[in-house]
């Protein structure tokens, strides 16, 4: 489930900054910084969608002001005692965690959206790779039980390359926890929708993020099972250049849309008004 | 065949072959001396797996000759009735099901097949499943909710198929979608990992109300060689990666992932086939009539509480550092 985050890192180049300049780390377009970030870090040349921060994310997906974090004391816990050739977990946890200012890989709260109260959960990619963790599991699990309790919609957005490796089966089993938590929601009715970004695979997409009412994927992210080297090796073939994008799952029938991130936030808002159960419709 | 680690085992083995062709060709007895090598090489094979490093215990669990469902179908059920299809592509030979027998319960029984030829091996892929595995074990676990007979589920896989048809086909929404359907199907569900539990291509036929796993199964969220790769860079650091990942029975069942061990054999499942059918077999009797016992509600709220224990976040142990 791992594998997918080393052969990524070696694809995509980080974004390289030249003083008041951005280069799109795809068509490797020259353009000013300010104008990236007003177009959310979406390349106006060529569409390219770049990752965002957990906070850029939620900062253009629900109303201004409306979030307010939930769980947010729940980190990382070294469940093995895991340590590799390089490094300790446990260490290794902790620097992620005092560099980028956040607990995991995923911010959970609530908030509204276009006036909708909602529970929405991000990920973020930079975390270790957005990876599955005893943490993330349960804060997501954590979120859809708010969810069912005050009867809001949950939204997820996913960026993962999968399990996280160094917390094991326990790990494994946040996929079946998680996907607990959904069932629920199946159960009683209550909208959840999964938002797919670049890149969501392995033990992501094998459980909460593919199993949205609404399977809702960014132009060009890539979403899969296994990785391509991983597949590559096996089959010891080439795989075509569009295999595993968005535009790739549309075609084969597992997402139901692919949706620009300048249009996100409205056409959730307008999805979600259809998920009322004959309450009275909301005002988006 | 016996495994690299086992050399001293192979040893005794020798000289027992050696006196008894020394017998056969001169007549001489060595009656006593057999049995005293007989007696040697029990001990020895005793103290080899009492004391298995858990690269040799995924050695195990991989062994060639380990019996495989096709071998726990015929020595722990009375009767199989064999289904096929996922009513949408086709039937993946790797994911084997069906309506099954064992004791007085009558289930559906799913499990992961590996083949034992070659071409028994080449049809089952390796007891890797396609999308197309996951839907059949998925409508016949449906099935069994319709019919109200619980689901027995076996697993051996070394991982989900990892094809270009399976991505195309849908792998991830395969086993999601049972993740997710097997958290509310209103049945018991007990699950056995008999050899190697692979990722979530074993979870996704691997949720239930109970988890047993065989004393020298394994049950990981990579590979070894996969996680050394990746962690080490380099995959011969396997052994060093199986360790730090805890994959063994043991460890699992400290870390509550799962509800009990069932003993092998001396030597392994593979030394004797016929004594891990019984203790498989009772081991589930005993769950399935214990489960059967639970309402619904009661069936399903401790199922979703067994998964949401998992790993979760313990204020009064964690938030005071
Ligand atoms: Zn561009």
């Known amino acids: ?284 | 065949m016996n495994l690299d680690f086992e050399q001293s085992i192979t040893e005794i083995e020798q000289q027992i072959a050696d006196l008894q062709k020394k017998a056969e060709a001169d007549g001489s007895n060595v009656k006593s001396d057999l049995s005293s090598l007989q007696k040697k090489l029990e001990a020895q094979i005793k103290k080899v797996y009492s004391e298995l490093t858990p690269w040799q215990t995924v050695q195990v669990a991989r062994h060639p000759e380990r019996p495989i469902m096709r071998d726990y179908i015929k020595g722990m059920f009375s009767e199989f009735i064999d289904l096929h299809g996922d009513r949408c592509f086709g039937d993946d030979q790797a994911l084997v099901g069906g309506f099954a027998t064992i004791g007085s319960h009558r289930c559906v029984l799913i499990g992961m097949d590996k083949g034992r030829t070659v071409e028994e091996k080449i049809k089952a892929n390796f007891g890797m499943s396609n999308p197309d595995g996951y839907r059949k074990a998925l409508r016949l676990m449906k099935l069994a909710e319709k019919y109200q007979i619980p689901v027995v589920s076996l697993v051996d896989t070394p991982a989900a198929y990892p094809g270009r048809e399976a991505e195309e086909r849908g792998q991830a929404e395969a086993i999601a979608r049972n993740l997710t359907e097997m958290a509310g199907l209103k049945v018991p569900i007990v699950v056995t990992v008999t050899g190697e539990g692979g990722s979530g291509g074993a979870l996704g036929i691997a949720v239930g109300d109970s988890v047993l796993m065989l004393s020298h199964s394994i049950y990981s969220v990579i590979p070894p060689e996969g996680c050394a790769a990746i962690l080490w860079r380099d995959a011969e650091k396997a052994p060093e990666a199986a360790e730090a990942l805890k994959v063994t029975a043991p460890s699992l069942l400290q870390m509550g992932i799962i509800d009990e061990i069932i003993q092998e054999p001396v030597g392994g499942a593979h030394r004797d086939p016929a004594a891990t059918f019984t203790a498989t077999r009772s081991a589930i009797v005993k769950r399935l009539s214990k489960l059967k016992k639970l309402s619904e509600h009661k069936l399903l709220a401790q199922r979703r509480e067994k998964y949401a224990r998992i790993g979760k976040y313990d204020r009064r142990r964690h938030s005071t550092h």
């Open chain 1, 1 to 284: 489930m791992g594998w997918f985050r080393r052969s990524r890192k070696k694809q995509t180049q980080p974004v390289e900054q030249v003083d008041l300049w951005t280069i799109c780390p795809s068509c490797k377009a020259h353009i000013y910084k300010e104008e990236w970030a007003k177009a959310l870090m979406v390349c106006a040349k060529c569409g390219f969608h770049d990752k965002l921060t957990c906070h850029e994310r939620v900062a253009c997906t629900v109303d201004e002001k409306s979030f307010r974090e939930l769980d947010r004391d729940i980190k990382p816990r070294d469940h093995l005692k895991f340590s590799d050739a390089k490094s300790r977990y446990a260490d290794k946890a902790k620097e992620t965690t005092e560099e980028l200012g956040i607990n995991e890989a995923i911010l959970t709260g609530r908030a509204t959206l276009n006036g909708i109260p909602i529970v929405l959960g991000v990920m973020d990619f930079r975390f270790i790779g957005g990876s599955l963790s005893s943490g993330v599991g349960d804060k997501i699990y954590l979120a859809s039980d708010y969810a069912l309790r005050h009867k809001r919609p949950l939204i997820l957005f996913s960026a993962s390359g999968g399990a996280r490796m160094q917390e094991g089966i326990v790990s494994l089993m946040q996929m079946a926890k998680t996907c607990a938590g959904i069932s629920r929601l199946n159960k009683a009715g209550i909208p959840y929708i999964s938002v797919l970004t670049n890149p969501t695979f392995g033990g992501v997409s094998a459980s909460y993020a593919m199993v949205g009412d609404l399977n809702i994927a960014e132009p060009g992210a890539l979403i899969g099972f296994a990785g391509r080297r991983v597949i590559e090796q096996t089959i010891k073939q080439t795989l075509p250049p569009d295999f595993q994008t968005a535009e790739y799952l549309l075609a084969h029938g597992f997402v139901d849309r692919i949706v620009p991130r300048s249009e996100m936030k409205d056409l959730l808002a307008k999805v979600l008004c259809y998920g009322r159960r004959g309450k009275p419709p909301c005002k988006p």
